[in-house]
């Protein structure tokens, strides 16, 4: 198994090989200043991409890779962060990077690209131009998570920050910070999850993931004018309620819905579909995973695991040295 290289402390690594600027060099080569321009003002955007390891194949899934480049490519307009790459050319250099680490493991994939240097002339401030750019793509272990787990919810005090201030359909570094406050607040009020409401008062998302609610059999989730940043994850299910014949409403979705839903469940790349059982110590349904959270969950892990044929679009596929032959 590829040695990993220690990221932000004991129990995170990295896979030795990023890539970095335009080629695939070693981690531990990259360095950044405390001049980084997007560590300052949170001028940088990124993505979360998740590939799944088949032994029997020696291939990865990677799950809607292009898409997730697209959205990259679409946060970093909105800061006009320079990016020289097509979509085509950060696939095949993702895969590239892949198989240099050679990890036969599930793993997560960070594409981050953010402001870097002042170029000559321009004067220190905050702003979006003059400006150089880096981009980065590495990736951690994250193995995909048991089923039957779930998690408990609380509603935040703090608001998902509208996108009249911060583009909400981009991956914004900056943004987490929102998420961050949102999340400690949750994890020290002894809840696993946050859920944020606009500023509207309506529900937003969780703090990287949507929000789905079923009832009567029906998913309803906030619309994409929610302040929400559109997953990718969300996409994949509404897709699956057209193929499985559920019905599915994007509307404005009022925080006491989620008290009185049937079932409620996120979506995220990170999360994947994770039940939630309670919402701000209120129990949901009877408790326990729903029934219609528990087929869409299974559904997903079979797609993204290349176990369902109809759904065998949505995964890249890269394939390993298989060590046997
Ligand atoms: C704020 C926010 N909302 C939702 C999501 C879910 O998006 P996706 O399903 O594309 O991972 C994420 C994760 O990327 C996120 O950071």
Known sequence: MTALVP??????GVTPYVYHQGRIQLYEDVGFTAGTQGLHYGTGVFEGIRAYW????AQLHVVRLAEHYRRFLASAGMLRLEIAESVDELCA???????RNDYRGDCYLRPIAHKLALLPGASFGVKLSGLST?????????PRAPLSRSARAQVSSWRRIPDTALPAHGKITGSYANVALAVDE????GYDEAILLNVRGTVAEAGTANVFLVRDGHLITPHEGSDILAGITRRCVLEMAVRLGDRTVEREVARSELYTA???????TGCELLPVTEVDGRVVGDGRI???TARYAESYRAAVTGQASE???????????????
């Open 7 to 12: 990221l932000a402390g004991p129990s995170v």
């Open 54 to 57: 088949q032994p029997e194949t």
């Open 93 to 99: 250099a993702t895969a590239e990077l892949l198989v």
């Open 134 to 142: 880096a981009l980065s793509v590495y990736a951690v272990p994250m």
């Open 186 to 189: 949750a994890e020290s009020n």
């Open 262 to 268: 049937d079932e409620v469940f996120l979506t995220g």
């Open 290 to 292: 729903g029934p219609v």
């Open 311 to 325: 759904y065998a679009p949505w995964s890249t596929t890269v394939q390993l040295n298989d060590p046997a032959n």
